[in-house]
């Protein structure tokens, strides 16, 4: 079946570092993926989507890359902040592309930031 | 904040007990999801409620039903409750259609079946 999944389950970084979270992906069929942050006792919250025919996204201090051709993709956050520790989440919807009926998240990474 | 918002916060229940979880969606947004979220792990998609009826499932038995309204609030029943149902459900809703596929969880409900 589908399946999202994480490289490292937890990550340590210098306040003011770059950090970098990893994801692989099973469907090459997958053509929409989602990165959530997830805060202690929240619901995930959006960060920043990409679709499969662009190769890299930027938002404010985060990028994503997406690599197809080994089914990777990865979350680049700019001088991290102790705000961005939290669990981060790759997630692909499946389903039709006018309404993602389900979504696959990774384990997620947790992410730790060191004042 | 999301505007989604689900209650209760917490809840213990007794194993074989019954319990149902409840969700109201964005103001606008006609679609509501539910996830299952153990300790540790990510969450697992439970099924999909579209205009009051179920739009997918996920790998989760028929003792995990649910209900849409015409507001577009939800609900989720389980029944004969395991011990392995302790989890964080969560909710999501999002505009189905259109495009759109940007979901907004709330932020949770804590159960634990003891």
């Known amino acids: 079946g589908e399946s999202v999944g994480l490289h490292l389950p937890t990550l340590s970084v210098q306040e003011g570092d770059n950090s970098i979270i990893n994801c692989a992906y099973s469907?090459?069929?997958?053509?929409?993926f989602i990165w959530y942050k997830q805060e202690s006792g929240k619901g995930p919250q959006f960060i920043i989507d990409?679709?499969?025919?662009?190769d890299k996204r930027q938002g404010q201090r985060v990028t994503v890359l997406l690599n197809k051709t080994v089914k990777h993709l990865s979350l680049q956050i700019a001088a991290t902040q102790p705000g961005d520790s939290a669990v981060y989440f790759c997630?692909?919807?499946?389903?039709?592309?006018?309404?993602?009926?389900?979504?696959?998240f990774g384990p997620g990474t947790s992410l730790s930031v060191i004042p | 904040e999301t505007g989604v918002t689900q209650s209760p916060t917490h809840l213990i229940k007794t194993r074989g007990q019954q319990v149902t979880l409840r969700c109201s969606s964005q103001?606008?947004?006609?679609?509501v999801s539910w996830y299952q979220q153990a300790l540790g792990q990510g969450p697992q998609f439970i099924f999909q409620?579209?205009?009051?009826?179920?739009?997918g499932r996920g790998n989760f038995p028929p003792r995990f039903s649910g209900l849409q309204f015409p507001n577009y609030s939800s609900e989720l029943n389980v029944n004969a409750l395991e011990l392995d149902d302790s989890a964080l459900y969560l909710c999501?809703?999002?505009?189905?259609?259109?495009?759109?596929?940007?979901?907004?969880f709330g932020q949770g409900t804590r159960l634990t079946v003891v």
């Open positions: 999501a809703s999002s505009l189905r259609g259109l495009g759109s596929t940007e979901a907004f």
């Open positions: 469907n090459s069929a997958s053509d929409y």
């Open positions: 990409i679709r499969s025919n662009m």
């Open positions: 997630a692909a919807p499946l389903g039709l592309k006018t309404s993602y009926d389900k979504v696959i």
């Open positions: 103001s606008g947004h006609n679609t």
């Open positions: 409620y579209y205009r009051e009826e179920e739009n």
